[in-house]
Nanobody
Framework: QVQLVESGGGSVQAGGSLRLSCAAS????????MGWFRQAPGKEREGVAA????????YYADSVKGRFTISQDNTKNTLYLQMNSLQAEDTGVYYC????????????????????????WGQGTQVTVSS
């Protein structure tokens, strides 16, 4: 059974940094696209970043480009999200997600950064940025 467990959330002041982790288990970690999503109160869940396991090309939402970095340690089956220059608008619950296949949809001609693109989800970790 696929399990994704996020950690590393917390409260930080604007301009600060946090690093989220997502430990994956229960499936063969390779050949999957791994993504980070977030959901603010009263808003829809939105894609933040995605990367193919073992791949080198990350995909980012425009709102986080230059501030967030997605990375992975395949020896530990762990996905990371380094978040710098945090802003109040980054507040929300952050989710790790996984789906088999590449992170770029050749059919849709876009990166897989929509919630509907993913099959497996973690329980989320809260990030609160105070201004």
């Amino acid at each position: 059974q696929v399990q994704l467990v996020e950690s590393g959330g917390g409260s930080v002041q604007a301009g600060g940094s946090l690093r989220l982790s997502c430990a994956a288990s229960g499936y063969t970690y390779s050949s999957y696209c791994m993504g980070w999503f977030r959901q603010a109160p009263g808003k829809e869940r939105e894609g933040v970043a995605a990367i193919y396991v073992g791949g080198v090309t990350p995909y980012y939402a425009d709102s986080v480009k230059g501030r967030f970095t997605i990375s992975q340690d395949n020896t530990k089956n762990t996905l990371y999200l380094q978040m710098n220059s945090l802003q109040a608008e980054d507040t929300g619950v952050y989710y790790c997600a996984a789906v088999w296949g590449p992170c770029y949809s050749a059919v849709a001609r876009r990166p897989r950064l929509r919630p509907g693109d993913y099959r497996y989800w973690g329980q989320g970790t809260q990030v609160t940025v105070s201004s």
